[in-house]
């Protein structure tokens, strides 16, 4: 008896500790995880209630930073403006871009990787410093884009320059950038059987009714997971503005983006406590709008 | 000529005139970049009249004591550190997510789907408190560490990515290791590392193009010129000559992006299938 206990115990002992060890494997994430995101999400909530500078002792003052940004802050009212402007103006195009595209891409037969390349390029290099500064060099008063419009408009627009237009051009630099959304789609039309079309076809469905009957719902998971992600990445944007500008905001501040209010808050101003309410309104913002998205999603999304 | 081969015409003239706009702004940085200053604005020409590598030259000289190859070779070090870590890293967990019965796993899972939605923004101002505190402000450290913790520049996709295609291998290989006594880390190490050399060489070149890019977080976490890397180099370089002309400058802009652009070119069939994947099945 004792025999026995004595040889099936530490053999218990080691199948409950392999059970455990498993998590191993993932420990470096959950360090990762813990340290340097959900640790400093907790610490952007508590240090939104301090005044918290660099140079002094921090002090708490409740939701005195919420106050001043809601009552007594212009320039955070106009980075709302700006933002939500600006991912209205690119998150919509970005993805009707990349959905149409890829429906002609698909229905082509030569030439499809050469085309693909060119797409996709720009939305892997687009965010860099250098493609702000060639942005820049091009939407010049006197830049290629001007030289070619010359026949066409007579006056030369100041693109970056004019508090109208600044904001479009910049929304233009992300929607160049379409070609990654494109490539997903791209990938989720092949999964769709041609059977359907065909059988479509015969039924005299045009190429729209095709387009809007057959496409767009198969796509629609990966067109909800799109918008999501993009919505996300571009309410933070930062890059394209600020190199462009110089850390400035552009023209009557009219390329504001939270983002850079965020960065000059914390980094220009030293206020640390102010710029993590700021933040914590950004995160906000993401989160009711996810929140509406999930909600449509729910109603439309068709998983076939 | 029938309806379908009409319609292919037509959309390959859609396609090449989209195509153009796309390419555009780099290739005219290119040529741009090889034009005399005083002429690229000026001329509704295509080409230069001479072809000015002194643009070039101009743009590789240093300028307060450190040049755009400093830079560059920085920015190379950091990213030896960064992929290395990445691709360590993302690995382990992917396996351990995909292969290895744990404790909490679901939710853990969960919480992984959950940090995609996570705006980084957020985490900017406590990250800077925390790596000024670690001392590491002024390092390459608050790159490279998050990276051997998966949690660096990309680390959810990666992980998502290399999980994906670990539940591709099939489990007999696994079951037929571990009759032979291998343990879990001995299956990683000996069977699943190597059939995954594809994933791994996509997380590589991702982390590789996205560390290049990056330009926030370096702004924020490295303000010794010494230790710039290109992103905050070119940057430096438009800012501080202010007379410098758009010649040298869009060279500089045409070596920052030569790494990216040729990894990009030479690898497109993996960053096309990485981001296609992780959109389908997700």
Known sequence: MTRTKMRTEPD??????????????????????????????????????FDYSIFREKEFIGFGNFAELLFDDDAFWQSIKVTLKFVFYTVPSRIIFALLIATILNRSTKGIGIYR??????SLIGNSVAIAIIWKAIFDKNGIVNLLLSNIIHNKPLWLGNPKLALPTISLLLIWQFGSSMVIFLAGLKQIPKEQYEVA???????????????????????????????ITIFQYFTGPFVIYNGQAGPADSCLLLGIHIYRSAFNMFRLGYGSALSIMLGLMVGLVTIFIFRVEKKTVFYG | MDSATRFNKYHHIYLTLIGVIMVYPILWMVIASLTPSHEIFLTGRFLPSTIQWSNYTEALSAKANYSLLDFLLNTFILEFFVISGTIISTS???????????????????????SLLLPQTITLIPRYILFS???????????VIPSFLASGIGGTFFIFLVNQFIRSIPLELDDSAMIDGCSRFQIYLKIILPLSKTVLITV???????????????????????????????????????????GPILAACSIALLPSLSVFLMAQKYFVEGIATTGIKR
Do not use: C
């Open chain 1, 117 to 122: 390349v060119i797409y996709y390029a720009p």
């Open chain 2, 133 to 143: 505190k670690l001392k590491w402000i002024n390092s390459y450290l608050p790159f």
């Open chain 1, 12 to 49: 218990l002992m080691k199948k409950g500790w392999k059970k455990h060890t498993g998590i191993l494997f993932v420990l470096p994430w959950l360090l990762g995880m813990t340290f340097f995101q959900l640790w400093p999400i907790v610490h952007s909530i508590i240090i939104s209630l």
């Open chain 2, 204 to 246: 590589a070149l991702f982390s590789f193009i996205w560390t290049w890019d990056d330009f926030q977080n370096q702004l924020i976490f490295i303000n010794d010129v010494a230790k710039f890397t290109i992103s905050l180099g070119l940057r430096m370089t438009i800012d501080t000559t202010e007379l410098m002309s758009w």
């Open chain 2, 92 to 114: 382990l967990v992917g396996f351990g997510f995909a292969r290895v019965p744990f404790p909490f796993k679901k939710i853990l899972f969960t919480i992984l789907i959950g």
């Open chain 1, 201 to 231: 076809s015969l039924d005299g469905a045009g190429v729209l009714t095709k387009f809007f009957k057959i496409t767009i719902p198969h796509l629609s998971p990966l067109i909800f997971f799109n918008v999501l992600m993009q919505m």
